[in-house]
């Protein structure tokens, strides 16, 4: 089933030009049998069938309209779609920007001006989660834990403490 809906999908615009162009054919016959049918009698009965055959010739044309817009409808929906699911799902980069910024905001300028090793005491929870983004795909690129002395305190206010080692890759910066 999904194979049916992917092609109708993919090929929507052939089929909607194969659908036009076929509607047209019982179209072109009626409008004939009115022809046939139409004798000039009284002005009203002209005028009648003048907007029937108006009507019957724009039927398929509107419906063939409303497909088109339903389409391009549909194509700037999945471009909106994209848009938010980028704003949603940022890249790897700015996730560890964000958390370097979140641990500490002198890091990130430190970066900029040459530092690259780093060191210090952080609450468990942002240690875990750059140990998390250390272990994506790519994150060599960017950072590098190094090995760490395993210190911790646990403090009343902030909870766990650890400390934390690990070295940054200038290339961060380039993707700003």
């Known amino acids: 089933m999904n194979w ?3 092609n109708v999908a993919r090929y929507s615009s052939q089929l909607g030009w ?3 162009s076929l509607s047209l054919i019982p179209v072109y ?3 004939r049998a009115l022809q046939k049918q139409s004798k000039p009698s009284t002005k009203s009965r002209r005028l009648w069938r003048k907007c029937e055959f108006v009507l019957l010739w724009c039927i398929p044309l509107l419906g063939f309209i409303a497909t088109k817009g339903a389409e391009w409808a549909s194509e700037k929906t999945d471009a909106k779609v994209k848009e938010l699911e980028a704003q949603l799902n940022p890249t790897f980069e700015k996730r560890l ?3 370097l910024d979140e641990m500490d905001s002198k890091i ?3 970066l900029a001006k040459g530092s690259t090793n780093f060191h210090g005491l952080v609450p468990d929870s942002q240690k875990t989660a750059l140990l998390r983004l250390s ?3 790519g994150a060599s690129n960017f950072i590098i834990m190094a090995s760490d002395m395993n210190s911790m305190s646990v403090t009343p206010n902030a909870g766990t403490i650890v400390s934390i080692n690990f070295n940054l890759s200038t290339n961060l910066l380039q993707k700003r």
């Open 4 to 6: 049916l809906i992917d």
């Open 18 to 20: 194969i659908a036009f």
């Open 29 to 31: 016959l009626a409008h």
């Open 97 to 99: 920007m964000a958390l």
């Open 108 to 110: 990130l300028p430190s």
């Open 135 to 137: 272990n994506e795909p």
